[in-house]
């Protein structure tokens, strides 16, 4: 999910600067190429995971042909920032994987009604 979400961030802000973008526009895409990047790393992810659900709704509002795209692109986003990194990111390595682990309890009564 990382590799994807980031790399539609980074390939939409080139292709945003190649087209010859306004100056308050090329700040956006600069920061839709920052997190891409971000993503694509896995550094910051829930951090990141935010910021691409804004950009990528901020997307969705300026852009009337691609609605669709750029909302699941947030969903995408929100679901990172929600999950986290994966096992390969760096934040892995930084701060540790984190598994959950759901203990197994064995019951002798039947519960309360």
């Known amino acids: 999910m990382r590799v994807a979400a980031g790399t539609t961030l980074v390939v939409h802000a080139i292709a945003a600067f190649i087209a010859g973008p306004?100056?308050?526009?090329?700040?956006i895409e600069a920061l839709s190429a920052g997190i891409g990047?971000?993503?694509?790393?896995g550094l910051g992810t829930p951090i990141?995971?935010?910021l691409g659900t804004l950009v990528?709704?901020?997307y969705a509002l300026s852009n009337?042909?691609?609605?669709?795209?750029?909302?699941?692109?947030?969903?995408l986003?929100?679901?990172?920032?929600?999950?986290?990194?994966g096992a390969w990111s760096i934040d892995a390595r930084l701060f540790g994987w984190k598994r959950v682990?759901?203990?197994?309890?064995?019951?002798?009564?039947?519960?309360p009604f």
Do not use: E, N, T
Not at 22 to 27: E, F, L, T, W
Not at 37 to 41: D, E, H, N, S, V
Not at 77 to 85: H, Q
């Open 37 to 41: 990047i971000l993503l694509l790393l």
């Open 77 to 85: 986003c929100a679901a990172l920032a929600l999950l986290g990194p």
């Open 48 to 50: 990141a995971g935010v």
């Open 101 to 111: 682990q759901i203990p197994d309890r064995k019951r002798h009564d039947p519960p």
């Open 22 to 27: 306004a100056v308050a526009a090329g700040v």
């Open 64 to 75: 009337v042909g691609d609605v669709v795209f750029y909302i699941l692109l947030a969903m």
């Open 56 to 58: 990528a709704g901020w």
